[in-house]
Every structure is written in structure tokens, then in C-alpha cells.
């Protein structure tokens, strides 16, 4: 079956780095997306990996290894305003994304 | 560019009626649309996807006689929610894309939160 793992809540500090990981198992693969959604709002496009390696985008970067089935969304200099949900989903060969239940990252001061 | 809204952002109706939600895409032709389903501290479950002029295909144990989608237009898909019961209250959050077939991002509206009493 096809499956999204990723940790249910996460804690960091304002200022700090924060890693989320993601592990997922999809018929055929497409590329690997991460969205922020805050409480009671919809998803927000962060990124998009299709080949290995780190791809960087201001604070925010995305890892991906193909052969370990493995992506990392990497959140650097926390801010309060990061404390939201991190959702990694998977594209499989039919083009469907499988999401990940998602991450809850808490940011204290 | 690529802003899509959803109307209404909130709504509160009966058990027994019927709910419409819009989808409109703002600024882009979206060729396919996606209506996912949010319950609290749970993930986005797909309910539908949808090209413009066809059927939608839907997830596997969503009913398509409750939950009636139509895409009649490139910037415009709709979903009914017909007689409504208090478990159908949810986060309901539709979506496009320019293309089909690709690995296109997918273009989130701001949800519509749906409660029947």
C-alpha cells in the first residue's frame, strides 16, 4: 500500500533549527511536496523535490533521497510565525498526491 | 499569480439540507480540481478530483449521489453536499492545478468550514 510517515508534533526554539522528516512508500514516484497549513487555514505550497538532494529556499529547505524512500524539511532561524502544521505528500505514478497526516511544529520563545 | 477562493468560507446549516460550496480559480485555467475533506489534527483526505467538461472520479468510499461535483467551466467547480448530517460537519478545502497528467502544485482555496446541526 502506499504510506506517508512523518512525526505527529515537534518543539523548537524562536531562532533555532528545526528538521521534520518524511518517509513514504507510493506505486511509482513523482516527486515529493511539502505544505504549511496554520490552524484553521488551507495548505501553502513550500516545496517540490522530483531529484535527489537539498533544495534551498530562503529559511526553508527540502531534502530527498529516492532510494531510502526519505525527505527532510529543514527550518532554519524559527520564527513564531513557523508554528503551523508540515504536511509532506507524495506523487504517485498515476500523478495523486498521498499526504502525510502532518507535523505540528510548536515554536517557543 | 494562481489565487483560488472558496465561497462560503463558513456555513451552518440543518441535518436534512443541502449545502453548495464554489471553487473558483482567480487568475488561471484549471484544468483539474480536487475537493479534499480535513477533520481536526487529521490530514487532508481526497474526496474528488475533477476535470473540466467530465464526471469526477471519486476516492474510494465517498458517495457520489451525497457529494455531487460539478465542473462545468475551466475557473469553476461546485460541491453539493446533499442532505446533510451532523458527521458530514468538516473542513472542506478544494484545489487546482493548470495541467493534468503532471506533477503540476496544486493551488489550495481558503476551505470552507461546514457545520450541520
Known amino acids: 500500500g502506499q504510506n506517508i510517515d512523518q512525526p505527529t508534533e515537534m518543539t523548537a526554539t524562536e531562532g533555532a533549527i528545526v528538521q521534520i522528516n518524511c518517509t513514504y512508500q507510493t506505486s511509482g514516484f513523482n516527486g515529493l511536496f511539502w505544505y504549511q497549513q496554520h490552524a484553521g487555514e488551507a495548505p501553502t505550497f513550500l516545496s517540490y523535490?522530483?531529484l535527489d538532494g537539498l533544495e534551498e529556499k530562503g529559511r526553508f529547505s527540502s531534502f530527498l533521497s529516492r532510494s531510502k524512500g526519505y525527505s527532510y524539511l529543514l527550518l532554519k532561524e524559527l520564527q513564531m510565525k513557523d508554528s503551523a502544521s508540515y504536511l509532506c505528500a507524495a506523487m504517485d505514478s498515476n500523478y495523486q498526491l498521498i499526504w502525510g497526516a502532518g507535523t505540528k511544529l510548536i515554536i517557543k520563545p | 499569480g494562481a489565487v483560488v477562493s472558496q465561497h462560503p468560507s463558513r456555513v451552518i446549516c440543518k441535518s436534512g439540507t443541502s449545502v453548495k460550496i464554489e471553487c473558483r480559480s482567480l487568475d488561471f485555467q484549471a484544468t483539474t480540481m480536487f475537493w479534499y475533506r480535513q477533520f481536526p489534527k487529521q490530514s487532508l483526505m481526497l474526496m474528488a478530483t475533477?476535470?473540466?467538461?467530465?464526471?469526477?472520479?471519486?476516492e474510494q468510499g465517498v458517495e457520489k449521489d451525497k457529494f455531487l461535483i460539478n465542473h462545468a467551466s475551466l475557473t469553476l467547480s461546485t460541491l453539493t453536499v446533499t442532505s446533510a448530517h451532523p458527521e458530514d460537519s468538516s473542513f472542506y478545502i478544494c484545489s487546482a492545478t493548470r495541467g493534468t497528467g503532471g506533477p503540476y502544485e496544486q493551488y489550495f482555496g481558503p476551505g470552507t468550514r461546514l457545520t450541520v446541526t
Open positions: 475533477s476535470n473540466e467538461g467530465s464526471k469526477a472520479t471519486y
Open positions: 523535490n522530483v
